[in-house]
């Protein structure tokens, strides 16, 4: 990434204001073909008030984004993660090494909070995704319904410590 100042904001779901949501959209409408009204209602009904939004803004604009949502998973026992969704990082920046600050940021919340991180991904992204530090979960995995989640799962802050995952909230 070229020598600029970026800024990196952490912000609960419940303090984001009108205009930061509005550039979140907005950002997200470069990676997926949904209304603005689509996008406002899903976030609406997928991001809870006490989730994450992590923003990095540079130029003065938003350049990348990312959310961290409290979930439950089973594996013996019941375990709180941090799954890590909606990863964008404005068009013109891409190829630039934001994506990799973005991950970064968002695994220095995670292991500042001693929590373990989870994602879904495409298999394109996976090695991505393991250049920052997330390992993928080659065990099985399920939805709430038991369904088998076909996504590349990968973890941050991971210890072997899960042999099966059972997601008991929605996926993100």
Not at 20 to 40: A, F, G, N, R, S
Not at 102 to 114: D, E, I, R
Request: include cysteine.
């Amino acid at each position: 990434m070229q020598s600029q100042h970026l800024h990196t904001k952490f912000i609960l779901h419940r303090n984001l204001t009108e205009s930061e949501m509005e550039q979140i959209v907005l950002l997200k409408k470069q990676h997926w073909d949904y209304t603005v009204e689509d996008q406002l209602r899903w976030i609406e009904s997928n991001i809870q008030p006490q989730d994450i939004h992590l923003l990095i803004y540079g130029e003065s604009r938003l350049m990348a984004y990312l959310n961290l949502v409290h979930r439950t998973v089973l594996n013996a026992v019941e375990k709180h993660v941090l799954g890590v969704g909606n990863v964008c990082v404005d068009k013109a920046f891409r190829r630039t090494g934001l994506g990799a600050v973005l991950m970064w940021s968002a695994n220095w919340y995670l292991k500042t909070h001693h929590t373990v991180g989870m994602l879904l991904c495409k298999a394109p992204l996976c090695r991505f995704y393991e250049s920052v530090a997330w390992e993928k979960f080659e065990q099985k995995a399920c939805d709430k319904q038991g369904n088998v989640l076909n996504e590349n799962i990968h973890l941050y802050v991971y210890n072997g410590a899960f042999s099966t995952i059972k997601l008991l909230g929605d996926v993100f």
